[in-house]
C-alpha cells in the first residue's frame, strides 16, 4: 500500500509544476518565462518573465492552458502582487518582418529586460533560448514542470487576453475577444468576409489569401 502511494504521488508530482528545476539551478533569483500567441493569425506575440518568492508562492500554479479563465485572471492578481514581473510584446509588424519564432525571442528578452531586479538564472518554457549574458535553460513543457514558467505562462496568457478584448474594440466585427486572433471555423469566416485588420499578421498564409 505504501509503495502504490509512493508511485501514486510520483505520478502527480510528474505533471504538476514543481521548485525541481528552480533549485537544481543553484540561482537565487531565478526567472521563469513563457509566451503566448505564436499560433493566431493575428494581435502580438506576449512573453512574460516572473520571478516568484519562494517563501510566497501562489496555490494554483499551472500551465495557464490547463486552467479556466476565472481561474488565470484570479492567479495573474496574486501573482502581480507577491512576485516581479515583466512583459516583452512583439507586434504583427514585427513578426511579419523577422518571423515568429526571432520575433518570440525577441519578445522574451524584453520581458526579462522588463524585471525590475535582473534575475541570475532564466527557465525557457520549449526547446530554444533567447540569447542572454547570464545562464539559460529551455524545458520542454515547462510549463508544466516549473512553478516559475507556470507563473510566466498565465502572466503571458491572461496579459494577450486582454490586449486581443481591447483589438476587439477597436476593430468590431473580427471576434477577437472570442477568438484571440486563432484560426478558428468563424475567425477565418469572418477573415474571409471583411479582409484583414491591421492587427492580422500579413505574412500567415490565411491573411495573405485574402489580401
Not at 63 to 68: A, Q
Not at 127 to 141: D, L
Not at 176 to 181: P, Q
Amino acid at each position: 500500500m505504501m509503495r502504490k502511494k509512493q508511485e501514486m504521488r510520483q505520478s502527480v508530482e510528474k505533471f504538476t509544476p514543481n521548485w525541481h528545476y528552480e533549485a537544481q539551478s543553484g540561482g537565487t533569483m531565478i526567472a521563469g518565462v513563457d509566451e503566448a500567441g505564436r499560433g493566431p493569425l493575428a494581435g502580438p506575440v506576449v512573453a512574460a518573465a516572473v520571478l516568484l518568492d519562494p517563501k510566497h508562492i501562489p496555490d494554483g500554479l499551472n500551465d495557464s492552458k490547463k486552467l479556466s479563465q476565472t481561474k488565470r485572471e484570479a492567479l495573474f492578481e496574486i501573482i502581480i502582487q507577491t512576485a516581479q514581473v515583466g512583459i516583452g510584446i512583439a507586434e504583427p509588424e514585427e513578426i511579419d518582418r523577422i518571423n515568429i519564432l526571432a520575433a518570440t525571442m525577441k519578445a522574451m528578452q524584453r520581458a526579462v529586460a522588463d524585471l525590475s531586479a535582473p534575475p541570475d538564472y532564466i527557465l525557457i518554457d520549449g526547446n530554444r533560448c533567447p540569447e542572454f549574458t547570464i545562464p539559460v535553460q529551455a524545458i520542454v513543457k515547462g510549463d508544466a514542470k516549473s512553478l516559475s514558467i507556470a507563473a510566466a505562462s498565465i502572466i503571458a496568457k491572461t496579459t494577450r487576453d486582454r490586449l486581443m478584448v481591447g483589438a476587439d474594440i477597436r476593430f468590431p466585427g473580427y471576434g477577437h475577444s472570442g477568438h484571440k486572433g486563432y484560426p478558428t471555423k468563424a475567425h477565418r469566416e469572418v477573415l474571409l468576409k471583411l479582409g484583414a485588420s491591421p492587427i492580422h499578421r500579413r505574412s500567415y498564409g490565411p491573411v495573405r489569401a485574402v489580401l
